[in-house]
Nanobody
Framework: VQLQASGGGVVQPGGSLRLSCVVS????????MAWYRQAPGKQRELVAVATNGANPKYVDSVKGRFTISRDNTKNTVYLQMNSLKAEDTAVYYC???????????????WGQGTLVTVSS
C-alpha cells in the first residue's frame, strides 16, 4: 500500500491550496483517512480526519478554513485549505487506516509529505 500526496506549494497569506492524497495497492477497505502536519521545531499534529459514516473532525486552529473530503471510488482524500495563515506553514502528511483483506487487520500507512509555505 502506498500513499502519494501532492498539492503543496508557496502561497500568500489569505490564499488557498488543495492537497490530494491517493492510496494505491492491495486495498479491501479504508476506514479512516486523515491529514497531519509538522511545522519546523514542532511535533506532528492531527489536522483533519474523515471516517466513513462519521462527520469530519478538525483541530480547532483550522475550523472554518479547512475542509477534508474523500472520494472512496478513487481511494483519495483531499484537504481544501482557505484563508491560509503563516502559522499553517508545515509539511502535511496524509494517513490512512487500510484493511488489505476482508479478514485482515487494519494497518496505518503514511504518505511522504508535501510542503505548504504561507509567506508574503
Amino acid at each position: 500500500v502506498q500513499l502519494q500526496a501532492s498539492g503543496g506549494g508557496v502561497v500568500q497569506p489569505g490564499g488557498s491550496l488543495r492537497l490530494s492524497c491517493v492510496v494505491s495497492g492491495s486495498i479491501f477497505s479504508i476506514n479512516v483517512m486523515a491529514w497531519y502536519r509538522q511545522a519546523p521545531g514542532k511535533q506532528r499534529e492531527l489536522v483533519a480526519v474523515a471516517t466513513n459514516g462519521a462527520n469530519p473532525k478538525y483541530v480547532d486552529s483550522v475550523k472554518g478554513r479547512f475542509t477534508i473530503s474523500r472520494d472512496n471510488t478513487k481511494n483519495t482524500v483531499y484537504l481544501q485549505m482557505n484563508s491560509l495563515k503563516a502559522e499553517d506553514t508545515a509539511v502535511y502528511y496524509c494517513n490512512a487506516d487500510v484493511k488489505r483483506r476482508l479478514l485482515g487487520a487494519t494497518e496505518s500507512y503514511w504518505g511522504q509529505g508535501t510542503l505548504v509555505t504561507v509567506s508574503s
